[in-house]
């Protein structure tokens, strides 16, 4: 099973600042088979990026996705005040199981 | 737009059973890939197993420790997907999202999400 470790656990910033979080795999993950997700308190989580970098349908070029092999990024490069949620990685290779990140909570300063 | 209805949560004592239902809308489900994602409270999300489509071979894959308990099925002509879950336990309290699979060569990823629907296990 892929073990998926991100980092920070929590990242506190001011509106506009850039956010940079990390998703580290156990090993390496083919055809970049990652996706990030958010999560608003009290809602389910909704797709941000999928493939490393491909950004989902209505999702705001604030938010890009990098990486590849075991070391993948998600950067929000203009923190707004509504993206305050935690976010998720997951690796869906072609054979599960698949796994998820233990998630990086964002909050505004 | 692609809609996902969770139903038939609730309270059930440890060593109990339970089936959840997802409705969809929208979209043929005998066509899609679909997945159960599960949450317990105050915790990250955690991954419980994908269905594929029957073109596709209907393969069933769960994860490890809750293979032999829990079963995913679908009723296409319906259009509900199942969560069937045996022998419960305190620590399968949690939400149960019903999602689906953006199908890309072998794969996808979990592209819709429903509301999820909340399974309490205690005695």
């Known amino acids: 099973e892929i073990v998926l470790t991100q980092s920070p656990g929590t990242l506190s910033l001011s509106p506009g600042e850039r956010a940079t979080l990390s998703c580290r795999a156990s090993q390496s993950i083919s055809t970049s088979y990652i996706a990030w997700y958010q999560q608003k308190p009290g809602q389910a989580p909704r797709l941000l990026v999928y493939g490393a970098s491909n950004r989902a349908t209505g999702i705001p070029d604030r938010f890009s996705g990098s990486g590849s092999a075991t070391d993948f990024i998600l950067t929000i490069s203009r923190l707004e005040p509504e993206d305050i949620a935690v976010y998720y990685c997951?690796?869906?290779?072609?054979?599960?199981?698949?796994?998820f990140g233990q998630g990086t909570k964002v909050e505004i300063k | 737009e692609v809609q996902l209805a969770e139903s038939g949560g609730g309270l059930v004592r440890p060593g109990g059973s339970l089936r959840l239902s997802c409705t969809a809308s929208a979209f043929t489900l005998s066509n899609a890939w679909m997945s159960w994602v599960r949450q317990a409270p105050g915790k990250g999300l955690e991954w419980v197993g994908r269905i594929k489509s029957k073109s596709d071979g209907g393969t069933i894959d769960y994860a490890a420790p809750l293979k032999g308990r829990f079963t995913i099925a679908r009723d296409d002509s319906k259009n509900i997907l199942y969560l069937q879950m045996n022998s419960l336990k305190t620590e399968d309290t949690a939400v149960y999202y019903c999602?689906?699979?953006?199908?890309?060569?072998?794969?996808?990823?979990?592209?819709?999400w429903g509301q999820g629907t909340l399974v309490t296990v205690s005695s």
């Open positions: 997951q690796q869906y290779g072609n054979s599960p199981p698949w796994t």
């Open positions: 999602t689906m699979i953006h199908y890309e060569i072998l794969t996808g990823y979990l592209v819709s």
